[in-house]
């Protein structure tokens, strides 16, 4: 049920809405390999990286595989692969 | 009390702005517009108006700064012509997409090139298909009355869209005419106060506006529009009917205006000032015993389809007036709505008084007795130089 002028009245619908269909490539974290040096984290344009207890993780139902994160990344923890794969 | 002010059409459009009482008005000064923002301004500045008067460097702007104005759920007005219109073109959807109840006064002037300031109504037709609720009135009285009644339409909770009255630039625009002004107190009874159910600005209940609308629901958004058009059409009459009841003056039946139609094969089908040529045409001749019939489109968009199939019924030659031109298949924009309407009858088109060229009433009966003898179909260019 789309409203009038497609307004949201309710905050927090991208918790229904999920974005992460539209992944061409998705990054992969090698937690062995990771620093924690947080860039993969600050750079996501999607607030895709969680970190928790220490641990950061992406979270695959909204990164859009922008491969920001890999790019970033100093010590390659983050590699790509094609979605389907 | 009324009074009655001989004012031009620009500012009856103000005067009308200022008794629906608008609390925003951003605009960009265009010819032949500019003398309605000019009066709103001075509204503003000598305290008749209370509103925020936002001058901005572009009608893009202007129309940004009404959409997000509108989005807060202030009363909003604006006028453009031409150009201007042209350069909101992109904002115009989101206007209506957004279900803003905008209204905008257009003073309808030829697109260059080459550069023309003159009337004709190619600007607000190339803005047919982006939502907006279009009239087109005949003269200075009826802009006001329109704005009045567009915001009552605008705003209706069926309706919800942005309302745009078109007059023709300088034969309207900039010709003085006696115009009854409603007083202060009726014309706030009959407009009312707009209160936004849906887009506001209020921080106990955040809303998020002008979302992203994925596939799966963006198609849903556009036939929204469209009901709502559909909607309109009922909504323009009852107030229309309201308004008429209220202040004692008509306009067909809010949607088309059927001149001498009774006894008339031939009908004249047309939009905005040239009307008024066209029944000075239809008087003279009826007093030699000719009868021939105008039918006036006031609201082109929602396209009054069934009014129109229903008032020409028994018309024989159907010639459709055009201040337009849709450029590669020779006809005007009238005409295409009207020919998928009205199929079964003889329907001729007239492209007239692009770029300010006069349409005289030889003209007019040139057409007429064209008509009678035109096939099914044809276009016909009038007063164009071999």
């Known amino acids: 049920m789309v409203t009038i002028g497609a307004i949201i009245y309710e905050p927090g619908s991208s918790i229904r809405n999920k974005t992460g269909s539209w992944r061409v490539f998705r990054p992969i974290l090698d937690a062995d390999k990771c620093i924690k040096c947080e860039n993969c984290y600050i750079f996501c344009p999607e607030g895709a990286i969680q970190e928790v207890d220490g641990k950061f993780t992406i979270n695959y139902d909204y990164c859009k595989g922008c491969l920001i994160c890999v790019n970033e990344c100093p010590v390659n923890a983050i590699t790509k692969v094609r979605e389907g794969k | ?386």
């Open chain 2, 1 to 386: 009390m009324c009074k009655v002010k001989v004012i031009t059409g620009t500012s009856a459009a103000a005067e009308a702005a200022k008794l629906a009482d608008v609390d925003v008005i951003a605009a960009y000064p265009i010819t032949p517009q500019t003398t309605c923002v000019e009066k709103l301004a001075e509204f503003v500045a000598n305290g008749e108006l209370d509103a925020e008067f936002i001058k901005v460097e572009s009608e893009h702007s202007a129309m940004s700064a009404c959409i997000g104005a509108s989005a807060t759920g202030a009363r909003t007005f604006t006028a453009t012509a031409s150009q201007g219109l042209a350069l909101m073109h992109e904002m115009l959807f989101i206007a209506a997409g957004m279900r803003l109840p905008i209204v905008m006064m257009n003073a309808n002037r030829a697109l260059s090139a080459p550069i023309n300031i003159w009337n004709d109504q190619q600007d607000s037709i190339s803005q047919r298909d982006t939502g907006w609720i279009q009239f087109y009135v005949e003269d200075n009285q009826e802009t006001l009355d329109t704005i009045l009644q567009a915001y009552r339409i605008g705003e209706h909770e069926d309706v919800l869209l942005p309302v745009m009255v078109n007059l023709d630039g300088f034969i309207l625009t900039h010709t003085v005419e006696p115009v009854t002004i409603p007083s202060e107190e009726n014309a706030k009874a009959f407009v009312g106060v707009y209160e936004p159910k849906h887009a506001y600005l209020d921080p106990d209940r955040p809303i998020t506006q002008g979302c992203v609308g994925v596939p799966e629901c963006y198609m849903e958004t556009r036939y929204a529009v469209e009901k709502a058009m559909e909607n309109a059409k009922k909504v323009i009459k009852e107030i229309h009917d309201e308004f008429a009841e209220k202040f004692k003056r008509s306009y067909g039946n809010g949607l088309i205006e059927e001149y001498n139609m009774e006894n008339a094969d031939t009908v004249i089908v047309a939009m905005g000032s040239v009307c008024g040529t066209i029944k000075e045409v239809i008087d003279r001749l009826k007093e030699k015993g000719k009868e021939v019939g105008l039918l006036r489109v006031r609201c082109y968009r929602p396209f009054p389809a069934e009014d129109i199939a229903k008032a020409l019924k028994d018309a024989e030659n159907i010639a459709v007036l055009d201040k337009n031109i849709s450029l590669g298949i020779n006809k005007g924009a009238l005409y295409l709505d009207l020919a998928s309407t009205v199929r079964d009858k003889k329907v001729v088109n007239y492209i007239v008084g692009l770029g300010g060229r006069d349409i005289r009433i030889e003209d007019i009966e040139k057409i007429i007795s064209h008509v009678e003898v035109a096939k099914d179909g044809e276009t016909a260019w009038i007063g164009l130089k071999e």
